[in-house]
T-cell receptor, first 114, second 110 residues
Framework: DADVTQTPRNRITKTGKRIMLECSQTKGHDRMYWYRQDPGLGLRLIYY???????NKGEISDGYSVSRQAQAKFSLSLESAIPNQTALYFC?????????????FGPGTRLTVL | RKEVEQDPGPFNVPEGATVAFNCTYS??????FFWYRQDCRKEPKLLMSVYSSGNEDGRFTAQLNRASQYISLLIRDSKLSDSATYLCVVNSPGTYKYIFGTGTRLKVLA
């Protein structure tokens, strides 16, 4: 059973459309992240949240917004999609402890903006 | 200079070979270091955290060299199933954010 799920898994849309990517987790982690991955650029942080009332911008938040509806849900929105937002998007949770950190990633959403 | 740099590869090695990757980081204040594995079109998964004293997990050994600001991953007795992209991840000092390298691609050949 997947602990971090993302919907949709694939989406093709047109320039100017509003898109929402959903992320749900059953791991009980407070910390959640949204990344995008582009060839040759690695994963880049869009937004992160440490609890329902805490939302923080990452390095590439322009053109995106997020909503943390509950501990288990963290959604990413593209208000007006543009072609350079075509990428593979990953949601992740983080487990932390004394001298321990691990991020758990969802399976990814492949978004194409035409 | 990129904050985290990796040789993209690919490293093509025969089964049973030993292979090593390095990753350099620019911020000397970084405290946490990790190797993640990513299979083609799949999500990254934690392979190992990297500790100051170095650490080993089966065929995998990770080392940290703070003086030269790099971490390494050594894979012994390579298996076909080790074929993947290995991502170097470093924390951003003073934050809870992570910086990902672009990955090193490994192909283990039969």
């Amino acid at each position: 059973d997947a602990d971090v799920t993302q919907t949709p898994r694939n989406r093709i849309t047109k320039t100017g459309k509003r898109i929402m990517l959903e992320c749900s987790q059953t791991k009980g982690h407070d910390r959640m992240y949204w990344y995008r991955q582009d060839p040759g650029l690695g994963l880049r942080l869009i937004y992160y949240s440490f609890d329902v009332k805490d939302i923080n911008k990452g390095e590439i938040s322009d053109g995106y917004s997020v909503s943390r509806q509950a501990q288990a849900k963290f959604s990413l929105s593209l208000e007006s999609a543009i072609p350079n937002q075509t990428a593979l998007y990953f949601c992740a949770t983080e487990d932390t402890g004394v001298n321990y950190r691990e991020q758990f990633f969802g399976p990814g959403t492949r978004l194409t903006v035409l | 200079r990129k904050e985290v740099e990796q040789d993209p590869g690919p490293f093509n090695v025969p089964e049973g070979a030993t292979v090593a990757f390095n990753c350099t980081y620019s911020n000397s204040a970084s405290q946490s270091f990790f190797w993640y594995r990513q299979d083609c079109r799949k999500e990254p998964k934690l392979l190992m955290s990297v500790y100051s004293s170095g650490n080993e997990d089966g065929r995998f050994t990770a080392q940290l060299n703070r003086a030269s600001q790099y971490i390494s991953l050594l894979i012994r007795d390579s298996k076909l199933s080790d074929s993947a992209t290995y991502l170097c991840v470093v924390n951003s000092p003073g934050t809870y954010k992570y910086i990902f390298g672009t990955g090193t691609r490994l192909k283990v050949l039969a």
